[in-house]
């Protein structure tokens, strides 16, 4: 079975700083990996996701996340924070075998103080 | 393109009653799979339809059923209501299940408050 560990559920940033938020994953097997955001009263929308091919996926609104096999990670980064980040973000794995099965992490709480 | 609608948008119910949520995918989409989300236990997975078979199923009693008709719109059923079972579900849809790399787009989602 997979999981999904996300460290830290609040990060705080100020403006225009790096926004760095941390997921683990364990699996048997190769994983497809998923960044979606939430915004108050919504549903969830995807940034990225790592399928195969190359490990540095770039998404929407400037962010990016690397898979890294050695690590079991897929952190998700933006050079500079913007307010309107501010939301909560999910990563979430499924497998090859599992169809459209998410196993999602706990959340992190994104807030970018001005 | 409409992206995924669910109706109601909000509902409250009282212990014991059963609801029924509907799901409408993306034009096109075949695929739709639901999701319950609280506070306490995240985002889990309930189900996944894809031409009106259920494909996948989450950790859930029997209580929480749902049924995919041939234009692809979902809908699932809580009966005997408790007052966990109070939530955000959310509906996503899909092209295909396509191996599991597919992306899933997700409606607002129904939220559900049970007295």
């Known amino acids: 079975a997979q999981s999904v560990t996300q460290l830290g559920s609040h990060v705080s940033v100020s403006e225009g700083a790096l926004v760095l938020l941390r997921c683990n994953y364990s699996s048997s097997v190769p994983p497809y990996l998923f960044w979606y955001v939430q915004y108050p009263n919504q549903g969830l929308q995807l940034l990225l996701k790592y399928t195969t091919g190359a490990t540095l996926v770039k998404g929407i609104n400037g962010f990016e996340a690397e898979f890294k096999k050695s690590e079991t990670s897929f952190h998700l980064t933006k050079p500079s924070a913007h307010m309107s980040d501010a939301a909560e973000y999910f990563c979430a794995v499924t497998l090859n075998n599992a169809g459209n099965m998410l196993t999602f992490g706990g959340g992190t709480r994104l807030m970018v103080k001005p | 393109k409409a992206g995924v609608t669910q109706t109601p948008r909000y509902l409250i119910k009282t212990r014991g009653q059963q609801v029924t949520l509907s799901c409408s995918p993306i034009?096109?989409?075949?695929?739709v799979s639901w999701y319950q989300q609280t506070p306490g236990q995240g985002l889990q997975f309930l189900f996944e339809?894809?031409?009106?078979?259920?494909?996948n199923k989450g950790n859930f009693p029997g209580r929480f059923s749902g049924r995919q008709f041939s234009n692809s719109r979902s809908e699932m059923n809580v009966s005997t209501l408790e007052l966990g079972d109070s939530a955000l579900y959310l509906c996503a849809s899909s092209l295909a299940p396509s191996g599991g790399a597919e992306t899933q787009y997700f409606g607002p989602g129904t939220r559900l408050l049970v007295l």
């Open positions: 339809y894809f031409s009106e078979t259920q494909r």
């Open positions: 034009s096109g989409h075949r695929s």
